[in-house]
């Protein structure tokens, strides 16, 4: 089973550098590395520029930043990002992004620290895919506590899917870029209150989310995000808005 890409959707520009003479052929192999490392190292530098409270924040965005390089990873090697779903020939759900970036993923931890034993081969909900993800139910999720004698609510790490996002059709090729920030736009967003496991194949649309927003269960906690830059940012309640959400998603 090979998930990943499909080699007519590449963007055009990639298809005409590929049709070019090899020696242009290693130019752009050359490039594409230098621009991959060029994110890890944004991934994998520790973050100064913002100051947070809580332990679990702390973690999670660490652990942003390590899903961030396995997406790098996953590009480096398939060619493409992983799509949000994958499918079986009959169009039933198969397998989450969050699965299929488990390989590279696991890169950034130890065998003692996790599970990764995921089968691609066995749907996402057989007993084995279920166990892997209920033996590491944070490695997607943060669990927050808004007081002692508080239940704690968590989040989860989601795409916006969507025509005018990175998730949308065609888009998901694209090469990693270095950009600045006004041309970033928001790969991953974490969501509060989600429903079921990490191996379940489900995210939400762009109107889910602005339904969301709307209905302001943002309003009291700010959320992370993870950008196509490299960037994991931490967004204010304020920055939570219809407006300037629709901004940073949609591919310029």
């Known amino acids: 089973m090979t998930p990943y890409c499909e080699p007519k959707s590449f963007p055009e520009l990639y298809s005409i550098v590929m049709k070019t003479n090899s020696k242009k052929n290693r130019y752009w192999e050359i490039f594409t590395v230098l621009t991959i490392i060029g994110i890890l190292c944004l991934l994998l530098i520790p973050e100064v520029q913002q100051a947070t409270s809580g332990g679990t924040r702390d973690r999670f965005r660490d652990q942003i930043r390590k899903i961030g390089a396995a997406f790098a990873y996953y590009h480096a090697e398939h060619g493409c990002f ?6 079986d020939p009959d169009g039933a759900s198969q397998h989450s992004w969050r699965a299929l970036i488990l390989p590279q993923l696991e890169r950034s931890f130890t065998h003692k620290e996790r599970r990764f034993d995921y089968l691609i081969d066995e ?16 490695l997607y999720h943060r669990e927050i506590r808004s007081g002692q004698a508080d239940s704690p609510s968590t989040t ?12 949308g059709k065609g888009h998901r090729n694209q090469l990693p870029r270095l950009v600045n920030d ?18 379940e194949p489900t995210d939400i649309s762009l109107n889910e989310l602005f339904q969301l927003i709307e209905n302001g269960v943002f309003a009291h906690q700010g959320t992370h995000a993870l950008f196509n830059n490299g960037e994991v940012t931490w ?3 304020d920055d939570i808005t219809v407006q300037k959400m629709r901004i940073l998603l949609t591919v310029k």
């Open 82 to 87: 992983p799509p949000a779903v994958f499918t």
């Open 123 to 138: 749907p996402w909900n057989s007993a084995q895919n279920e166990s892997v993800a209920t033996q590491n139910p944070d």
């Open 156 to 167: 989860k790490l989601v795409a916006i899917i969507d025509d005018s996002t990175l998730w």
């Open 182 to 199: 006004e041309e970033k736009q928001i790969l991953l967003i974490e969501i509060p209150n989600p429903d079921g496991l990490w191996n």
């Open 235 to 237: 967004l204010s309640p």
